[in-house]
């Protein structure tokens, strides 16, 4: 393909920083278009290019893609540089497609009820909170223990697997585990926290501070920086 592949989405949209992880990781240039309240028609028409009408928005020439992990399959499969997907063994694809499910149905919905809730984007019941971090303690033990022995959750080295997961991992590192609960997940946070100094994240995330207090225990209203 000749043409640069462009992706839109909202700042700091965690998804939008996994394709741009990903796309750096590969080598592959890719146009970063941030959409914000202040240009809805620009919003709109990029939704309705995709399913489910959701971010990131993906295209590159005729191919379209807004779920997350198609697109960085496709990217990572597309790319003549790295290992993160293309040129892994045939089980090795099959574990990292297992994470990737792992991701999608035991990590991301449950941190998305939480901050949802934390920012004011969509409150949550407190049953539903409640269930949302039981869930995520508990996909983040069965990570932990993954990552007993070992430097990447597939293989010797990163996959699309630690840049997906890892990616909301540190979101939720930044936001709502402090010193406290990282410190119960060891093999996690040094995982973790390899990735959030690797250039690849830094490249799009900057200096990233993980929280010393949850945003969750500061009284609505006050600031929410990194306390």
């Not at 919003?43 to 379209?64: C, M, N, R, S, T």
């Not at 998305?112 to 971090?133: P, Q, S």
Request: charged share 20%; with cysteine; glycine share 8%.
């Amino acid at each position: 393909m000749e043409s640069i592949p462009k992706v839109w989405g909202p700042l700091g949209n965690v998804d939008l920083n996994i394709v741009l992880v990903t796309a750096s990781w590969c080598r592959v240039p890719i146009e970063e278009n941030i959409l914000s309240a202040g240009n809805p028609q620009n919003a709109k028409d990029v939704l309705e290019w995709g399913l489910g009408k959701k971010y990131p928005v993906f295209q590159w020439a005729d191919v379209i893609l807004n779920h997350t992990n198609a697109i960085v399959k496709y990217i990572a499969t597309t790319s003549t540089i790295g290992m993160l997907y293309h040129g892994r063994s045939i089980y090795d694809l099959g574990l990292i497609d297992q994470w990737l499910d792992f991701a999608i149905s035991e990590v991301e919905p449950n941190l998305k009820v939480i901050l949802d809730d934390l920012f004011g984007w969509e409150r949550a019941t407190r049953d539903a909170k409640n269930k949302a971090y039981e869930a995520l303690n508990k996909a983040f033990n069965v990570l932990d223990a993954q990552l007993a022995h070992r430097k990447a959750l597939v293989g010797e080295t990163a996959s699309l697997a630690d840049v997906v997961l890892g990616s909301y991992v540190i979101q939720a590192y930044r936001t709502i585990i402090d010193e406290a609960g990282r410190a119960k997940l060891p093999n996690l946070s040094g995982w973790a926290y390899q990735l959030a100094t690797n250039e690849n994240f830094t490249r799009h995330l900057g200096n990233v501070k993980f929280c010393q207090r949850s945003l969750a225990e500061i009284p609505r209203g006050k600031s929410k920086g990194n306390q």
